[in-house]
């Protein structure tokens, strides 16, 4: 028998961090349809820069941190299937380098900004084209990581349905959330507008299952040794 309180409860603790850093560097990133309207917006990043540069750093430790997550529950989940738990860890990894990327790109954008506004520049238009097309970059990136991270986290979701390590209904939930996440991604790709509720009801989920894992864990699983069924305990 696993007794699973303890790991559900760091992991929540962990999911909490995550969200947490996530919603302040999002709050600082400052990237946005609007911000590339105007024809200076190259000043604008540049005179947000530090609060740039922090968004980035936080984006960093946050994708470290759910990283940390996929190793610590490697080889918990691989106990209930080894498979997912594997693709679980793979998808994380995948993100992480994605959003390594994403946050280049917009380093690089810093950098173009600083270079406009001390006047190295022959071409403001170009530079604007340049800074604009930065922009878009790290959105398409950002697409991407979406993307994954729904579909890792879906993984997830589903093996804590499956066993029941949490509510049925908390991880059917967090499923439906994370899939409809994955959805309007791909019509945001192809070209449709969504509307942020979409993104923000991910939110919900996510700060809920990361307050009810420090409350209550995992339940506990008993594992039959010559099967490798689980079951409650």
């Known amino acids: 028998m696993y007794t699973n309180k303890k790991t559900g409860r760091i ?3 962990l999911f909490l961090i995550v969200f947490i850093i996530g919603a302040v560097g999002t709050s600082l990133r400052g990237l946005s349809t609007s911000l590339v309207a105007s024809e200076n917006f190259l000043t604008t990043v540049y005179e947000s820069s530090l609060q740039m540069k922090i968004a980035i750093l936080l984006d960093i430790i946050s994708s470290t941190v759910g990283v940390g ?4 529950l ?5 106990k209930y299937n080894k ?3 594997l693709l679980y860890l793979t998808f994380w990894v995948i993100e992480f380098s994605i959003i390594m990327v994403s946050n280049i790109t917009h380093l690089s954008l810093l950098s173009l900004s600083q270079e406009f506004v001390q006047g190295n520049v022959t071409d403001p238009t170009y530079f604007n084209l340049l800074g604009f ?3 878009e970059e790290y959105y398409w990136a950002h697409f991407l990581i979406l993307i994954v991270y729904s579909s890792g986290a879906a993984m997830l979701y589903y093996l804590l349905y499956k066993v029941k390590l949490i509510p049925r209904l908390i991880s059917a939930w967090a499923f439906i959330a994370v899939t409809i996440v994955f959805t309007v991604t791909w019509m945001q790709i ?3 507008s969504v509307s942020f509720i979409f993104y923000l009801q991910n939110g919900v989920h996510f700060l ?3 307050i009810w894992l420090i409350v209550k864990g995992f339940n506990s699983i008993a594992i039959n040794n010559e099967s490798g069924t689980p079951s409650i305990s």
């Open 69 to 72: 997550i996929a190793v610590f």
């Open 11 to 13: 992991v929540g603790v």
């Open 133 to 135: 097309l930065k922009v």
């Open 190 to 192: 192809f070209g449709y």
């Open 208 to 210: 809920f299952i990361s």
């Open 83 to 85: 498979n997912i738990a």
């Open 74 to 78: 490697f080889p918990f989940l691989k």
